[in-house]
């Protein structure tokens, strides 16, 4: 089993920034994959950003030139550095992994975006 638990989350205003944290622990055979979704209120969990299992980034568009996601490989850790938040950015960000074909979760972080 692999444990993902996301930190960072917040109640932020409108153009400013937070830096959400997602560290895996556990059985950790290989990451493959691990990276951020988000799901609004009242919507679909969707991609936010990823690294894909070849190492190249995946964005969504509507967080492209503002969200960043980087990673600590030594630590399996990721990170989603968030700037310029609009009030659609309001949502819980979950982190996913996936380990030897498996998809994990994490608990998720609340981000709730101020106008």
């Given amino acids: ?64 030139g503002r969200f960043t996601i980087s990673r600590d490989n030594a630590k399996n850790t990721v990170y989603l550095q968030i700037n310029s938040l609009k009030a659609e950015d309001t949502a819980v960000y979950y982190c996913r992994a996936i380990d030897s074909g498996l998809i994990y979760w994490g608990q998720g972080t609340q981000v709730t975006v101020s106008s």
């Avoid at 917040?10 to 979704?37: D, E, F, K, P």
């Avoid at 990823?50 to 492209?64: M, R």
Wanted: aromatic share 6%; proline share 3%; hydrophobic share 35%.
């Fill in 1 to 64: 089993q692999v444990q993902l638990v996301e930190s960072g989350g917040g109640l932020v205003q409108a153009g400013g920034s937070l830096r959400l944290t997602c560290a895996a622990s556990g059985s950790i055979r290989r990451i493959n994959a691990m990276g951020w979704y988000r799901q609004p209120p009242g919507k679909q969990r969707a991609l936010v950003a990823t690294f894909t299992s070849i190492g190249s980034t995946n964005y969504a568009d509507s967080v492209k």
